[in-house]
């Protein structure tokens, strides 16, 4: 726009009804608001001089707002100086209220019910109690979820495999072993996990963190599957057992290797000499006798063995100990061969003796220790 003498002058843009000022505003019912007057029409206006002063008035009266129907679309917007609708500029959006204040860590919720929930973790409290079997929970939503694994409903199916599950994140964490996406890295190492929960496991190798404590001997561990498994050393406690003969053990990875007794799956392979095995663990001591490493070493007199049963049987020449005793005649055997032995020469009766086997606190009995 211009200026002369301090008095506006309007630039006009030609429409299909006429012509509009530039600077109209435009409503959102596509009427147009005029906020300058037009001149009166040429009629009135042809025997003056066409000066300036002539086409613009010097002092217009005050402008008045007035409407007419245009082809302005019904949307609000602006015409800019090229003459071209713009839309209005957006409101930026505020961010949400949060009006209710957790008293105990300052945490805000946007609802009531928020609050109410989350003060739970701080109470302890437990309202939604399973009918089946009684146990607690401190939202209804997490009740029903668990009220699943009574039913056996599963409403949430991978479309991939058609796998389903009873939680729609455990469906999420499920999808992402088809895409391989993993999208929670480790800031120290890089490494991407698919779950937040493996992530966190895994933050423990760096920080050295140990939360799982053992109640009857104090050892700590970094995973609380880990202490779950050591426990079962003080309660004896033996919950996987084998279908085909009925032998039970503490760990799962142990009835799953003992059942390669009973297929003869060896999936193990040394590529050194193609010599299989059906333990990861008995593949990687035999490899030790290609590469001639002996990482287990004797603490009095610094002898070195690839296997760790190999070293335990060495430490029996130092401390003295005899582990296999004989139940008929009581002597003591270093070694389990030597007791078959005795038992077979010396007690060649129907019902063999039974040794008594006592080995350290530390030590369980894996297959491997089975032929000690």
Same mark, same amino acid.
């Given at each position: 726009?211009? @200026?002369?003498?301090?008095?506006?002058?309007?630039?006009?843009?030609?429409? +299909?009804?006429?012509? *509009?000022?530039?600077?109209?505003?435009?409503?959102?019912?596509?009427?147009?608001?005029?906020?300058?007057?037009?001149?009166?029409?040429?009629?009135?206006? +042809?025997?003056? /001089?066409? !000066?300036? @002063?002539? *086409?613009?008035?010097?002092?217009?009266?005050?402008?008045?707002?007035?409407?007419?129907?245009?082809?302005?679309?019904?949307?609000?917007?602006? &015409?800019?100086?090229?003459? &071209?609708?713009?839309?209005? $500029?957006?409101?930026?959006?505020?961010?949400?209220?949060? $009006?209710?204040?957790?008293?105990?860590?300052?945490?805000? %919720?946007?609802?009531?019910?928020?609050? *109410?929930?989350?003060?739970?973790?701080?109470?302890?409290?437990? /309202?939604? !109690?399973?009918?089946?079997?009684?146990?607690? %929970?401190?939202?209804?939503?997490?009740?029903?979820?668990?009220?699943?694994?009574?039913?056996? +409903?599963?409403?949430?199916t991978c479309l991939e495999c058609g796998r389903?599950?009873?939680?729609?994140?455990?469906?999420?964490?499920? @999808?992402? !072993?088809?895409?391989?996406?993993? =999208?929670?890295?480790?800031?120290?190492?890089?490494?991407?996990?698919?779950?937040?929960?493996?992530?966190?496991?895994?933050?423990r190798t760096h920080s050295g963190e140990k /939360?799982?404590?053992?109640?009857?001997?104090?050892?700590?561990?970094?995973?609380?599957?880990?202490?779950?498994?050591?426990?079962?050393?003080?309660?004896?406690?033996k919950p996987f057992p084998c279908s085909l003969?009925?032998?039970?053990?503490?760990?799962?990875?142990?009835?799953?290797?003992?059942?390669?007794?009973?297929?003869?799956?060896?999936?193990?392979?040394?590529?050194?000499?193609?010599?299989?095995?059906?333990?990861?663990? &008995?593949?990687?001591?035999?490899?030790?006798?290609?590469?001639?490493?002996?990482?287990?070493?004797?603490?009095?007199?610094?002898?070195?063995?690839?296997?760790?049963?190999?070293? *335990?049987?060495?430490?029996?020449?130092?401390?003295?100990?005899?582990?296999?005793?004989?139940?008929?005649?009581?002597?003591?055997?270093?070694?389990?061969?030597?007791?078959?032995?005795?038992?077979?020469?010396?007690? =060649?009766? +129907?019902?063999?003796?039974?040794?008594?086997?006592?080995?350290? $606190?530390?030590?369980?009995?894996?297959?491997?220790?089975?032929?000690?």
């Amino acid at each position: 726009m211009a @200026q002369v003498d301090g008095n506006y002058v309007p630039e006009f843009q030609r429409s +299909e009804d006429g012509e *509009i000022p530039r600077g109209t505003i435009f409503s959102g019912d596509g009427m147009v608001n005029e906020e300058v007057a037009f001149l009166p029409n040429a009629a009135a206006t +042809e025997n003056a /001089p066409r !000066t300036l @002063q002539n *086409i613009c008035r010097v002092n217009p009266p005050p402008l008045r707002r007035r409407r007419r129907r245009t082809n302005a679309p019904a949307m609000g917007g602006y &015409i800019n100086v090229l003459g &071209i609708l713009e839309a209005p $500029p957006s409101t930026p959006r505020r961010a949400p209220e949060k $009006p209710f204040h957790c008293t105990d860590c300052g945490k805000s %919720f946007s609802q009531s019910s928020n609050l *109410i929930e989350h003060q739970r973790i701080h109470t302890g409290e437990r /309202p939604f !109690t399973c009918s089946e079997c009684e146990k607690s %929970f401190s939202r209804s939503s997490t009740l029903v979820e668990h009220q699943r694994t009574h039913t056996g +409903e599963k409403p949430y199916t991978c479309l991939e495999c058609g796998r389903g599950f009873s939680r729609s994140s455990t469906l999420v964490e499920h @999808q992402r !072993t088809h895409t391989g996406e993993t =999208p929670f890295p480790c800031r120290e190492c890089g490494k991407a996990f698919s779950r937040t929960s493996n992530l966190m496991k895994h933050l423990r190798t760096h920080s050295g963190e140990k /939360p799982y404590t053992c109640a009857l001997c104090g050892k700590c561990f970094s995973l609380s599957s880990n202490l779950l498994k050591h426990e079962r050393t003080h309660s004896g406690e033996k919950p996987f057992p084998c279908s085909l003969c009925g032998k039970r053990f503490k760990k799962k990875t142990h009835l799953v290797s003992h059942h390669r007794v009973h297929t003869g799956e060896r999936p193990y392979r040394c590529e050194e000499c193609g010599k299989c095995f059906s333990q990861s663990s &008995i593949l990687i001591e035999h490899q030790r006798i290609h590469t001639g490493e002996k990482p287990y070493k004797c603490a009095d007199c610094g002898k070195g063995f690839c296997v760790s049963s190999n070293l *335990i049987k060495h430490q029996r020449i130092h401390t003295g100990e005899k582990p296999y005793t004989c139940s008929v005649c009581g002597k003591a055997f270093r070694y389990k061969p030597q007791f078959t032995r005795h038992q077979k020469q010396v007690h =060649p009766v +129907e019902e063999e003796p039974v040794a008594t086997l006592a080995l350290h $606190p530390w030590a369980e009995t894996p297959p491997l220790l089975q032929n000690i």
